[in-house]
């Protein structure tokens, strides 16, 4: 044989080495890819269990109410006067729920509220009738405006607006169910809703105390 044969020869010989070895190469990637690939989604499994099952220690006691879960709570502690505490439930499109906070001084007298009047002021606030998109006929009153009369056995007490905006309903209600108030003032028992502008919310917001500040204050006589 030639010297150009087995040169020819070799280079074959070689190439079909290198051949084998990246078949080999190839298969092992194949192999690494195909085991790779459970483990993966495995992973993903694991990742979106974790969200959609969450450990029970990290449950909370009770789920959380309706309010909690779509409102933000503040308070205005003492609001004109001592003792009247007011609650403002602020949804994310801006309007405001407003009531009486569970430390309201009406709720020391004996029985509690008994009757809930709206006809204050120049008007009854049962009366205002609120339509359509813009709102028609709703009554812009500022943050001291008076609501109603929340009257117990003992004397009646002003609720009031807490929040500067537009008057869109109050909870007539509770003029033949003033009984909400003592039970679920939070909630069905609530006294009107108002839609602040954003600069008045703003403004409103730094008077206004969070829930956590809330219970600090009240801490003596609030029952959690």
Known sequence: MTE?????????????????????VDGSHSDTAQKSEPLIEELQDEELR?????KLENL????????????????????????????????????????LAPTHIAFKDEGGVTSVD?????????????????????????????????????????????VKG????????LIKQPELLNSLADREGYIAIIMPRPADWIKAKTTLLGIEEYRELRKDTLQL
């Open 4 to 24: 150009q044969n087995a040169d020819e020869a070799n280079t074959v010989q070689t190439s079909n080495i290198d051949n084998v070895e990246l078949a080999i």
């Open 50 to 54: 974790k969200l959609l099952v969450p």
């Open 60 to 99: 909370p006691i009770s789920p959380p109410s309706a309010v909690e879960s779509n409102f933000v709570t503040y308070f205005a502690p003492d609001f004109m006067k001592p003792g009247h505490d007011q609650y403002v439930h602020r949804h994310a499109n801006g309007l405001c729920i407003i009531g």
């Open 118 to 162: 709206f006809n204050v002021g120049k008007s009854d606030r049962s009366g205002i009738k609120v339509s359509g998109k813009r709102k028609k006929n709703a009554q812009h009153f500022e943050s001291n405006t008076a609501l109603c009369k929340a009257c117990t056995k003992d004397g009646s007490y002003i609720v009031r607006c807490c």
């Open 166 to 173: 537009s008057l869109l309903e109050v909870n007539d209600r």
